[in-house]
C-alpha cells in the first residue's frame, strides 16, 4: 500500500510539475505574441503616419501646380487680347499641369499604400468600424475645380486672384489631413 501510494505522490508531483511546466510557456508565448503585436501595431502606426505627412505634403503642392496651370492659361489669353507672343504661357501652363497630373498619380498610389497599412492595422485589432468610416469619408470627397480665372483682366489682378485661390483651396484640402489625425487617433487607442 505504501509503494502505490508512493507511486501516486511521484504521479501527481509529475503532473503537476508538467502543468506548472506548459502553463508557463503558454503564459510565456502568450506574452511574447501580445508583445509582437503591440511592437507591429506601433509600426503600422508610424507608416500612417509617414504616409499621411507624404499626402499632405503632396496635397499642397498639387494645389500650387493646379492653380498655377490656370493662372498661365488666363496670362496666355491675357497676352494673346494684348497681342503679345503667349506660346512661353502655353507651355508654362502645360508643364505645370503635367507635373499636376503626376502628383495626382503620385498621391493614388501613395493612398493605396495608406490602405494598406490601415486594413493591415484594423485586421490586427478588429477596430474596423471607426477607422474604415473616415477611410471612407477620404474616398468620396468631392475634389473642387479651381477657378479659371476668366474675370479676372490685368496681369496684377491674376496674381492676387492667384493667390486668394491658394489660400481657398488649402483650406478646402486640409479636410484630409484632419482625417488623417482621426484615424491616428483611433489607431493610437489600440495600443497598449
Same mark, same amino acid.
Given at each position: 500500500m505504501k509503494q502505490e501510494f508512493t507511486i501516486y505522490i511521484g504521479l501527481a508531483g509529475t503532473l503537476i510539475g508538467a502543468s506548472v511546466t506548459l502553463a508557463a510557456q503558454f503564459l510565456s508565448s502568450n506574452l511574447t505574441t501580445?508583445?509582437?503585436q503591440n511592437k507591429l501595431k506601433r509600426e503600422l502606426l508610424a507608416e500612417e503616419r509617414c504616409l499621411a505627412y507624404l499626402l499632405t505634403e503632396c496635397y499642397k503642392v498639387y494645389i500650387d501646380e493646379i492653380i498655377l496651370s490656370k493662372s498661365f492659361v488666363r496670362l496666355a489669353t491675357i497676352s494673346f487680347d494684348a497681342q503679345t507672343d503667349n506660346h512661353d504661357f502655353y507651355k508654362s501652363a502645360n508643364e505645370a499641369l503635367d507635373r499636376a497630373e503626376k502628383l495626382e498619380n503620385e498621391i493614388r498610389i501613395t493612398t493605396a499604400t495608406y490602405l494598406k497599412v490601415i486594413t493591415h492595422f484594423t485586421n490586427l485589432t478588429k477596430r474596423r468600424e471607426i477607422i474604415n468610416?473616415?477611410?471612407?469619408?477620404l474616398n468620396n470627397f468631392e475634389k473642387p475645380q479651381p477657378s479659371k480665372f476668366s474675370e479676372i483682366e490685368t496681369v496684377s489682378k491674376l496674381g492676387d486672384? /492667384? !493667390?486668394n485661390e491658394v489660400v481657398k483651396l488649402q483650406e478646402v484640402y486640409k479636410f484630409f489631413p484632419n482625417?488623417?489625425?482621426?484615424?491616428?487617433?483611433e489607431m /493610437? !487607442?489600440?495600443i497598449k
Open positions: 501580445k508583445r509582437e468610416e473616415l477611410f471612407n469619408q486672384a /492667384r !493667390k482625417i488623417y489625425d482621426k484615424i491616428s487617433e /493610437r !487607442k489600440s
